[in-house]
């Protein structure tokens, strides 16, 4: 059988009405044991205080005045009449000898085996329940050269005592309902107040979708455990939001890549199939359309790389690999490209030292960088490619003196398809060669920085544990 699902604010005021009902009754219960204890002992006070005052009078008088007037007698030992009392001096032989009934109750019987307990010395305390009002009763041997002469009884009228009990229970009774359920009402209250920013935070999430981003959940200056949950979920959707503009510009920008060269490959044909052409023309728009198709190519498979590295599926290839030798032969083969442009690529002290780590994508990313110098550097400027070794890791300069970049552009170099110079040629690339080189240098547990300014060059460190 399925639970009831309750709403949490009833959950905690069923909780907290719950836990306060057993501390009451816990509570109360000890009260009323604590108090009955201490009134039932305090009447045993007051009958033994009695009925010792009698013993020790009237082992001292030796005579039988006590059996003319018992309760003159009385007054004059105890100094006035007892009230709500009911005492008797009893012979050894069982026989009544006096007698004082200050309670609206027939003769109470004493019972054989009290007598039997009496005649050898005991003092008995016992509750006569079968009298009308209860009473508690002493039985107090008077012994003389160590033989029991006389008995005295002493009873005290339970009336109060159970009228004061009474009381106490019904204030009980009726209280602990009465605060439970004040309790619980302004439980409630308190939680229904408490759980607002939740009910906020749930009106937000139903709110929430790709086209609508912006709700957010005012905490009104909170500070608490649930204004922390109101936080984090703000900051959660600044997060989605941040990623769903990554993604559609991500899709912009792959859309924008794609369409130029099926774009050019349309256009190119229907130009040449308007009419007939010598073959020369043919082979041309065959390798233009070659052209066209290698660079579509490329940008698919830099994607799919950055789509394996996303879902975590690439693995590297990982060997004992000399630095040195990586960066010599990376700069040897583009130093046919720096040439061609009129660069100088050069080559400063190279640290001998090897590591472990994936040559072919170490390879790329190194490519990658010295590329993009060699290609924002004017004619007649320079590479320089540098390496270091220092507490544990190795750092791979490329600097360069080119155009450089702005700082509002720095922080999304390495942001895919992000282009700088929006009107460079398209000769510059599809923008994904910084996305791929620093997923490289993270992969390998490194870090890749860039330090630029207009006009003056570019500085990319690469930082990779030894």
């Keep these: 059988m399925q639970r009831p699902n309750l709403p949490i604010k009833w959950k905690l005021t069923l909780w907290y009405g719950g836990i306060l009902a057993l501390i009451l009754?816990?509570?109360?219960?000890?009260?009323?044991?604590?108090?009955?204890?201490s009134l039932q002992i305090s009447i045993d006070v007051k009958i033994k205080s009695i009925a010792e005052v009698l013993a020790s009078s009237i082992t001292d008088t030796h005579n039988q005045s006590v059996f003319g007037n018992f309760e003159r007698y009385l007054e004059n030992v105890l100094g006035r009449k007892p009230k709500g009392k009911f005492i008797q001096i009893i012979d050894a032989s069982g026989k009544i000898?006096?007698?004082?009934?200050?309670?609206?109750?027939e003769t109470i019987p004493v019972s054989f085996n009290t007598m039997e307990r009496a005649l050898k010395g005991e003092a008995i305390?016992?509750?006569?329940e079968n009298a009308n009002p209860r009473l508690r009763m002493l039985t107090l041997p008077i012994l003389e050269n160590k033989k029991v002469t006389s008995i005295v009884q002493v009873g005290s009228s339970l009336a109060d005592f159970?009228?004061?009990?009474?009381?106490?229970?019904?204030?009980?009774?009726?209280?602990?309902?009465?605060?439970?359920?004040?309790?619980?009402?302004v439980g409630y209250f308190m939680a229904k107040k408490s759980l607002k920013p939740v009910e906020q935070i749930r009106r937000a999430a139903v709110k929430i979708s790709?086209?609508?981003?912006?709700?957010?959940?005012?905490?009104?200056?909170?500070?608490?455990?649930?204004?922390?949950?109101?936080?984090?979920?703000?900051a959660m959707i600044n997060r989605l939001r941040d990623a769903?503009?990554?993604?559609?510009?991500?899709?912009?920008?792959?859309s924008h890549e794609l369409k130029t060269p099926l774009t050019i490959l349309k256009g190119e044909t229907e130009v040449t199939l308007r009419k007939e052409r010598a073959n020369e023309e043919y082979k041309k728009l065959l390798e233009s359309n070659l052209e066209e198709i290698d660079r579509m190519s490329r940008i698919i498979d830099d994607l799919l790389l950055l789509s394996k590295a996303d879902?975590?599926?690439?693995?590297?290839?990982?060997?004992?690999i000399s630095l040195r030798d990586l960066l010599a032969d990376v700069c040897m083969n583009m130093k046919i490209v720096a040439v061609n442009k009129g660069i100088d690529l050069a080559v400063n002290e190279l640290a001998d030292?090897?590591?472990?780590?994936?040559?072919?994508?170490?390879?790329?990313?190194?490519?990658?960088?010295?590329e993009n110098g060699i290609k924002y550097t004017q004619e007649g400027g320079i590479v320089t490619v540098s390496s270091s070794i220092d507490n544990g890791y190795a750092y791979i300069t490329v600097q360069d003196n080119g155009v450089g970049i702005s700082k509002d552009d720095l922080k999304y170099i390495f942001d895919r398809f992000y282009r700088a110079d929006r009107s460079r040629k398209r000769e510059s690339g599809s923008g994904l060669g910084l996305s791929i080189s620093k997923w490289i240098a993270e992969a390998h547990k490194g870090t890749i920085e860039v330090e630029s300014q207009l006009s003056a060059g570019s500085q990319f460190s690469i930082k990779l544990p030894l």
């Design 25 to 37: 009754v816990v509570f109360s219960s000890g009260v009323y044991t604590y108090f009955r204890n």
């Design 97 to 105: 000898g006096a007698k004082m009934n200050d309670i609206e109750t």
């Design 125 to 128: 305390y016992e509750t006569i």
């Design 162 to 185: 159970d009228e004061t009990m009474r009381k106490l229970l019904i204030i009980m009774i009726i209280g602990i309902p009465t605060s439970i359920s004040v309790a619980i009402i």
């Design 210 to 234: 790709s086209s609508n981003l912006d709700e957010r959940i005012d905490i009104k200056g909170r500070k608490d455990e649930l204004s922390r949950l109101a936080e984090t979920f703000n």
């Design 244 to 254: 769903f503009q990554r993604v559609n510009q991500f899709s912009i920008d792959v």
């Design 311 to 320: 879902s975590k599926d690439m693995k590297l290839n990982v060997e004992n």
């Design 353 to 370: 030292v090897r590591f472990v780590g994936d040559e072919l994508k170490l390879r790329r990313m190194l490519l990658n960088i010295i």
